[in-house]
């Protein structure tokens, strides 16, 4: 027997040791923001559905509606600072159940409102207390994705924005049609009551998880996924909020989700309307055409999702591969000017489509947010970010009201919202530069 098969080990014992395979955890996880976004949307633009039904049924004229319209943002982006530190000082789990409780409560009670004052009143309670969602989705991308996963992460909850719209919408106009919008109104707060038991129960922080195993967790942690609980608060100072301003990065992001929201505004608030005033379409045939637009939104997050991971992959840069999406997309949702040139209403329905599809794309900004963030401020970057993108809720539904209430059209709306898009554009082009996560900012 020769010296090199005295040697030789039986085969059991030269196996290399069996690797753990990485448990998917954090797609549960960002099932449960995706669920949760899905209703976010639903209660505040089931109020577009009803609105034509609710003008004619309390004497609400189109201003008094773009003050109702535009009631949720005031509170909604007054309250995304407070909703960020509250976000950083009481963690994810609890502040999120809260919020999500608290806003399906207020949908269901907009269904006794018995007047303006009472509507306008229930917007204002239900925009406070949505405030803290999207902070929050930013927070949990941040914690459990490594960053070679956070813009698909990103897109599948934005998708839930659209993707719930598009395939509720019939049903939510078929028990309008069928039951009046009160009975609409309240069934959809339920469902988002409902909901709330079920983030209690499923939600964990990674590095409480027991489901995740190492393997995941390593996997994200060497991604810059915060897993161990690392993501705990500076000490809030109002010094703070201008600190991060003075970040040309930050601010620059931060005006342009101000256009980047603007045309999803118009979607969520004056779109029926605008269906059913200017192209004068049968009310069930809304309830179908409307489903079109949400569709190429959500298509769109898809698109953007895929972009800009797969450029990420490919070597090229972080600043390019999250810029790209945003920016072709603010541009391309400038179409929507067009409408107001051709008279058929399936090219109507199409440009439409190709402006919320852009928008998709754009919405993706969200995905900036957590790659540049200080770990502290986590929450806080997120209000102040989203502070800006409800700007344009309060300002887009107020313009466009008086717009159509002084001329009788959507013409000069539809060419608003262009141009908001464009300089929204110019901003990622001209102010936004390399893109690194910023260093906390301490209390001072």
């Keep these: 027997m020769s010296a090199d098969r005295n040697f030789e080990l039986p085969a059991y014992r030269t196996a290399a040791p069996a690797v753990q395979a990485r448990s998917r955890t954090r797609f549960m996880i960002l ?32 201003a008094m ?41 207020f949908t269901g009670l907009q269904g006794l409102a018995t007047g303006f004052a009472s509507l306008l009143g229930i917007r204002l309670l239900i925009g406070a207390t949505e405030a803290p969602c999207f902070p929050t989705n930013s927070r949990v991308v941040a914690t459990w994705f490594p960053q070679s996963e956070r813009a698909r992460a990103t897109s ?8 719930g719209l598009a395939f509720l919408t019939p049903l ?26 079920v983030w209690w129960r499923k939600f964990h922080e990674p590095h409480q998880s027991k489901q995740a195993n190492q393997a995941e967790l390593d996997y994200i942690a060497a991604g810059g996924g915060v897993v161990d609980g690392g993501q ?30 603007s045309t999803n505004v118009f979607f969520l608030t004056w779109f029926p309307t605008y269906l059913v ?3 004068h379409m049968p009310w069930l045939k809304v309830g179908w055409v409307a489903v079109l637009p949400f569709i190429a939104a959500s298509a769109g997050t898809l698109v953007g999702g895929w972009l800009s991971d797969s450029m990420l992959r490919r070597g090229i840069s972080l600043n390019l591969a999250r810029k790209v999406p945003v920016i072709t997309g603010l541009l391309a949702s400038s179409v929507i000017v067009l409408a107001n040139y051709v008279q058929s209403d399936a090219l109507v329905v199409a440009i439409l489509c190709v402006a919320y599809f852009a928008q998709g794309m754009s919405a993706l900004a969200w995905m900036i947010v957590s790659d540049i963030a200080p770990k502290g401020l986590i929450g806080l970057s997120g209000g102040l970010f989203n502070l800006f993108a409800n700007a344009a809720g309060i300002v887009i539904p107020l313009v466009i009201g008086i717009i159509v209430t002084l001329t ?37």
């Design 31 to 62: 099932a449960l923001i995706a669920g949760g976004t899905t209703i976010n949307y639903l209660d505040r633009s089931v109020m577009g559905i009803a609105a034509p039904s609710i003008s004619a049924d309390l004497g609400l004229n189109a």
């Design 65 to 105: 509606m773009g003050l109702i319209f535009s009631a949720f943002s005031w509170t909604y982006a007054a309250a995304q600072i407070p909703g960020g530190i509250l976000l950083d000082r009481l963690g994810t789990k609890l502040t999120y159940w809260l919020a999500l409780t608290l806003w399906s409560l």
């Design 156 to 163: 599948i909850y934005t998708l839930a924005e659209y993707c």
């Design 172 to 197: 939510l106009f078929w028990v309008l049609h069928a039951y009046g919008w009160r009975f609409l109104l309240m069934a959809v707060g339920l469902v988002g009551v409902l909901y709330g038991l």
């Design 232 to 261: 705990k608060a500076t000490r809030f100072a109002w010094s703070q909020i201008p600190q991060l301003l003075k970040q040309r990065n930050m601010l620059g992001i931060c005006l342009g989700q101000f256009a980047c929201n």
């Design 277 to 279: 005033t200017e192209r």
């Design 408 to 444: 009788g059209s959507f013409v000069w709306a539809l060419a608003f919202i262009s141009l908001v898009t464009l300089c929204g554009a110019g901003c990622y082009l001209f102010l936004v530069t390399d893109l690194k996560r910023l260093p906390d900012i301490p209390n001072l």
